[in-house]
C-alpha cells in the first residue's frame, strides 16, 4: 500500500527564488488537497483539486503561488519570488471522495526554509 | 475560525485511556466529525470519522453526543508513542474549507 508521497523532503532556498513541490496522491484518489503548516499551528488550507479541476483556493494562496494538477494525477506547487514568511511545512493530502465523507490521507510534508 | 473548540493540551498515563473532548456546536446536519493526529515532524495521520452513532476502530472510539455539538476521542490504552497533537475537524465533504485549528497537544507519561 503505498500512501501520499512528497518531494522534496526538505527545500533550502534563498529569498527571492522558485521552488516546486510534487505530491503523488494514492492511486484512484479524486481530491487532492495542499496545506502549509507552521511552527505551533494547524494545518491551514491553500487549494484542492477533484480530478483535475482546482475547485477551491484560500486567501493565504497569494499571486505568487500556483497548484496544477495535470491529467487528475500528481499536483505541482510552485512558489515565485520565495519570501522568507513562506517558510513552513507543506502538506498534501489526497481523499477518495466516497458518498459525502472525505477522509483525508496525508504525505510527510516538504519542509521549506527561505533563507 | 476554526468550526471546533478543543483544549490546548492533556496528559494521560501510560496503559490508562484518554478521553480527548471536542465541541462543534455550529455542526450541520451532513456534517460528519473526523479526528486526526500528528505527531512530531509527520503529516497527519486519519484517526476516525463519524456523523452520529458512535465508532469504533482499531485505533480508537469516537462517541458523539445526542445534540451532535461535541464529541470524545478515546484512545483506550494509552501508549508512548500516542503522545501526539490530535486534531477534530468537521467536514461535510461538499466545496469546503476544512480548518483544523491547533488541537490537542496529549502527552503520555510513563
Known amino acids: 500500500d503505498t500512501g501520499v508521497s512528497q518531494d522534496p523532503r526538505h527545500k533550502i532556498t534563498k529569498r527571492g527564488q522558485n521552488v516546486t513541490f510534487r505530491c503523488d496522491p494514492i492511486s484512484e484518489h479524486n481530491r487532492l488537497y495542499w496545506y502549509r503548516q507552521t511552527l505551533g499551528q494547524g494545518p491551514e488550507f491553500l487549494t484542492y483539486f477533484q480530478n483535475e479541476a482546482q475547485l477551491e483556493k484560500s486567501r493565504l494562496l497569494s499571486d505568487r503561488f500556483s497548484a496544477e494538477r495535470p491529467k487528475g494525477s500528481f499536483s505541482t506547487l510552485e512558489i515565485q519570488r520565495t519570501e522568507q514568511g513562506d517558510s513552513a511545512m507543506y502538506l498534501c493530502a489526497s481523499s477518495p471522495r466516497e458518498a459525502n465523507t472525505d477522509t483525508q490521507y496525508f504525505g510527510p510534508g516538504t519542509r521549506l526554509t527561505v533563507l | 475560525d476554526a468550526k471546533t473548540t478543543q483544549p490546548t493540551s492533556m496528559d494521560c498515563a501510560e496503559g490508562r485511556a484518554a478521553n480527548l473532548p471536542c465541541n462543534h456546536s455550529t455542526i450541520s446536519g451532513n456534517e460528519y466529525v473526523y479526528w486526526y493526529r500528528q505527531i512530531h515532524s509527520q503529516g497527519p495521520q486519519y484517526i476516525i470519522h463519524g456523523l452520529k452513532n458512535n465508532e469504533t476502530n482499531e485505533m480508537a472510539s469516537l462517541i458523539i453526543t445526542e445534540d451532535r455539538k461535541s464529541s470524545t476521542l478515546i484512545l483506550p490504552h494509552a501508549t508512548l508513542r500516542d503522545t501526539a497533537v490530535y486534531y477534530c475537524?468537521?467536514?461535510?465533504?461538499?466545496?469546503?474549507?476544512?480548518?483544523f485549528g491547533r488541537g490537542t497537544s496529549l502527552i503520555v507519561h510513563p
Open positions: 475537524i468537521v467536514s461535510s465533504g461538499g466545496s469546503y474549507i476544512p480548518t
